[in-house]
């Protein structure tokens, strides 16, 4: 089992065949950033998936950000 960064991210072998899974649960990471790509709103997202907290959704979400902005300054 792997984490990631500190991120409540798992990637294991026995969970969901080492997809990153947000941790303790078997949803996958990218389940959020596809819904919120489809509109859902972070507010349906977490009712839709209630085993992955807001702080772990918020979390990912503001990693993805300043890994944006560490690739916008390296530029």
Known sequence: MTTIDGLPI???????SGTPVFTGTRVPVSALLEN??????L????ENFPTVTRDQAISVLEHFRTSLNDISLAA
């Open 43 to 46: 507010d349906e997202f977490l």
């Open 36 to 41: 919120l790509e489809a509109g859902v709103s």
């Open 10 to 16: 798992t990637v294991d072998l026995e969970i969901m």
